[in-house]
């Protein structure tokens, strides 16, 4: 047997030419394994749970803004029949009613949004009109810090967005559902 | 005057390539860090809705998914046709939600358990009625922040 000399043994190196085939081999598993995570979604609030029954005050019919949704996806805002592509602009025309007309929100603090659907509705027109209502308040509150402060909502300090969403603080009421519409 | 010799011979230089491994280390660690491992079993299938007004959730830790939506043909025969609850990897009633927002809240410090989001992951052709119950059950259960999971509406 051949003997090694110390010298040569103090030349072994470890071979590293592997390494990159190793990184590779993780590599290629995490790009196989990797979802991008793209988690995005309406974000709400629910309003705290009571057993008790809520107390019906009498609210100004003007100020309130009413969607019913039926089971087969039909609206009908403020007693009229409505495409959904419509309901932006009516929600926006109601809540900050340019023209002062006595039909419509006394000021955008008293407007109040009260949706409701049946049991049968489904749920993307559901999603849909929800993200039309929030989308409404979203540009008013948008055009008024234009107005206000000069710069988009977005980029508008803690305490400004604040300040307009107290002006425009968005009141929505989700009655309880009817159920006429068939489960599936 | 010339010190630098002309180096003779036509062989081609090697590339060197000892820092092809850090290059890839530096991919790798990229990857790994954005991972997101799928932790359950999709056994419902799922078509989230169109919508333009989103949130971004922020922190995964804080959030616990709640999935509603038909059972994958796979597990026709054992769940039925009819929209289904999916918490975990598990297909549940809505009588399970109380305990599986309480398994998710006591691995949540204190201080950050007011920030627990419910992702409700809804698939679109689900009609309400279930939507609702578990509306109900969550604000029962007090956990009232909750983001309709949606996908961003192609311009």
Redesign the interface.
Known sequence: MARISAKDRMDNEINAGSMADIAFLLLIFFLVTTTMAEDKGILVKLPPWSDEKPDITRLKERNVFSVLVNASNQLLVRGEPTEIDNLRERTKEFISNPQRLTNLSENPRKAIISLKNDRGTSYETYLSVYNELQGAYAELRHDEALKRYGKAYDVCSVSERKAIRNDIPLILSEAEPTSFGEEN | MSKFKRKTGKGSPKVN??S??DI??M??FF??V?????DAELKLSIT??????????EK?SL?NYLLIGKPIIRYQDLYGT??RLQLGDKISTIADIPIFLEKHRIRVSENQRPSI?S??K????????I??DI??Q???S???????????RPQ
Do not use: C, H, W
Request: positive net charge.
């Open positions: 390539t000892a092809l491994p890839v280390f991919l790798l990857f790994m954005v991972t997101v491992m799928r989230t809705p169109y919508a333009t007004e989103l949130t971004k959730l995964k959030v009819a929209p989001t992702s409700l809804i698939d679109g052709r689900v009609t309400m009625g939507v609702q509306k109900t969550l604000r029962k007090n956990q009232l922040k909750v983001n309709y999971s949606a996908k961003k």
